[in-house]
């Protein structure tokens, strides 16, 4: 069983769909499934249970895919280690990032990236940045830039590249509401995160100030917070960064509220074990602190 067949595996397993899989891996469905079936013969077992309508792993599936990356990954180490001899890195990471992510540090970093590793080619996911953590340790990802939670993952390294406060925001057409002193937060329509680290700060100030917010909408990803609350619809929750980098940004106050919310620190996540590849190892070593927004 050789490298590619694991990796067709693994796509498979990771998109339990034969379509995309075989476009991913650039082979038709038909050698895709016959591929598999003949890793299953050499295996013995069933690693997919599938019909007409549906994939899924198998109980079986889920051991093997276990081994599955963990050879794929000792794998790359080998085949980076054998490239750092010879001189020069070459290869691909895949990263995960939310869109402000993207426009606000990571151009530098990559730029930068290129520059001392021009055959390295990063291939770039954005999406909420919620998911950066589950992503990496699902595998799907090597690195990724999100939140650092209170408590890592065991398994899980965090380098930091940015600390920026968690503000609440309001528009300048509601900011009438908040020209009287202390806000009557129970009254306030909040517009905030469905889940997350965000959320769950903001459900902890809220605790301890003894306050029942009236949450008039909960949304997915951030800048949906910022467009919300720039149309006037009440009281949002955001990252600093997230504010400055956002084409309203000129439609929205910042609401300074005792006691202040905890600072955000912003950085790479990747496995321990991915730190092995000398090609993480790099992308690694271009981050050398943090710097407050």
Sequence with gaps: MDVRSLQQFVHLADTLHFGRASEACHISPSALSRHIKHMEELLGVSLFARDNRSVALTAEGELFLGYARDSLAQWDVVQNQLMERSGELHGEISMYCSVTASYSFLFDILSAFREAHPRIEIKLHTGDPEHSINRVMAGHEDIAIGARPAVLPVGLSFKPIKSTPLVFIV????????????????????????????????????????????????????????????????????????????????????????????????????????LKSPLIRAFWSLIRGTASS
Excluded: C
Excluded at 201 to 217: E, M, S
């Design 171 to 274: 528009s300048d057409k509601q900011s009438a509401l908040l020209q009287l002193g202390k806000p009557r937060w129970g009254k306030v329509p909040m517009i905030l995160s469905e889940t997350g680290l965000g959320r769950r700060r903001v459900d902890d100030w809220f605790t301890a100030q003894g306050i029942q917010p009236n949450v008039y909408a909960q949304v997915a990803g951030n800048e949906a917070i910022v467009s919300m609350v720039s149309l006037g619809f009440g009281v949002g929750v955001v990252p600093k960064i997230v504010l400055d980098n956002s084409p309203l940004a000129d439609k929205i106050r910042v609401i300074d509220v005792e006691p202040h919310l905890e600072t955000y620190d912003v950085g790479l996540f990747a496995l321990d074990k991915k």
